[in-house]
């Protein structure tokens, strides 16, 4: 079956500590991941995409084959960073993504 | 317009009744999708349109639903004798012709059917 999952509804950090959102995928061939976000009260937007291997606003994401994984990290997390993450693929020769449930991410000051 | 406009913001309808939301995707976007994002989940895919014809339409739910895009540009989504299940953002979507291309997203329509 085709999935997507993200395990973590909500991630707490503290403002300049390490964030890993975790995103786990299930699809029998090889997908392209992508990571979208939603700000408070704003459209969801694309992040990054993993074939693009670009860092954006100190956002990272390695696609791991092996472990169907795609999580997203960045090594210090800023208030800004609160919002709403989905972990997303599109399959070969398709047009839809399949999402995954997102994660809340909080940065507390 | 700068972006994927959906209208309207929201909808609030009875159950039984009929509704229509509308998508105005970014000038130049032949590719257009409609998703729903039900309270705590992922938005799920609904259709995909490539120009004026539906080219996946294997998300929607039952045939109360159905979208149409008759020029290629404008789409409107239709949803018929609603139920309450039916209560979800919809959201629009826009991208360039080809494969794993960027979507843009709307800002959807609040569906709350009582």
Same mark, same amino acid.
């Given at each position: 079956?085709?999935?997507?999952?993200?395990?973590?509804?909500?991630?707490?950090?503290?403002? $300049?500590?390490?964030?890993? *959102? @975790?995103?786990?995928?299930?699809?029998? +061939?090889?997908? /392209?991941?992508?990571?979208?976000?939603?700000?408070?009260?704003?459209?969801?937007?694309?992040? *990054?995409?993993?074939?693009?291997? /670009?860092?954006? @606003? $100190?956002?990272?994401?390695? *696609?791991? @084959? $092996?472990?169907?994984?795609?999580? *997203? @990290?960045?090594?210090?997390?800023? /208030? /800004?960073?609160?919002?709403?993450?989905?972990?997303?693929?599109?399959?070969?020769?398709?047009?839809?993504?399949?999402? +995954?449930? +997102?994660?809340?991410?909080?940065?507390?000051? | #317009?700068?972006?994927?406009?959906?209208?309207?913001?929201?909808?609030?309808?009875?159950?039984? !009744?009929?509704?229509?939301?509308?998508?105005?995707?970014?000038?130049?976007?032949?590719?257009?999708?409609?998703?729903?994002?039900?309270? #705590?989940?992922?938005?799920?895919?609904?259709?995909?349109?490539? #120009?004026?014809?539906?080219? %996946? %339409?294997?998300?929607?739910?039952? %045939?109360?639903?159905?979208?149409?895009?008759?020029?290629?540009?404008?789409?409107?989504? !239709?949803?018929?004798?609603?139920?309450?299940?039916?209560?979800?953002?919809?959201?629009?979507?826009?991208?360039?012709?080809?494969?794993?291309?960027?979507?843009?997203?709307?800002? #959807?329509?609040?569906?709350?059917?009582?």
């Amino acid at each position: 079956a085709q999935r997507v999952t993200q395990p973590e509804k909500l991630l707490s950090v503290f403002k $300049g500590a390490p964030v890993e *959102l @975790k995103c786990n995928y299930s699809y029998s +061939g090889s997908p /392209e991941l992508f990571w979208y976000v939603q700000y408070s009260r704003q459209r969801l937007q694309l992040l *990054l995409r993993h074939i693009s291997r /670009e860092s954006i @606003k $100190g956002f990272t994401a390695d *696609l791991n @084959k $092996g472990e169907t994984s795609f999580h *997203l @990290k960045k090594p210090f997390a800023q /208030e /800004e960073d609160s919002a709403m993450y989905y972990c997303a693929l599109s399959g070969p020769g398709t047009y839809k993504y399949i999402f +995954g449930t +997102g994660t809340r991410l909080k940065v507390l000051a | #317009g700068a972006g994927v406009s959906q209208t309207p913001s929201n909808k609030v309808t009875e159950k039984g !009744k009929y509704v229509e939301l509308r998508c105005d995707p970014i000038s130049g976007h032949t590719a257009l999708y409609w998703y729903r994002q039900s309270l #705590g989940q992922g938005p799920e895919f609904l259709i995909y349109f490539q #120009g004026t014809g539906a080219a %996946d %339409d294997s998300g929607l739910p039952n %045939d109360r639903f159905f979208a149409v895009r008759p020029e290629g540009s404008v789409s409107t989504l !239709k949803i018929q004798r609603t139920e309450r299940g039916d209560s979800a953002v919809y959201l629009c979507a826009s991208s360039l012709a080809g494969m794993n291309t960027e979507a843009f997203f709307g800002q #959807g329509t609040r569906l709350t059917v009582v």
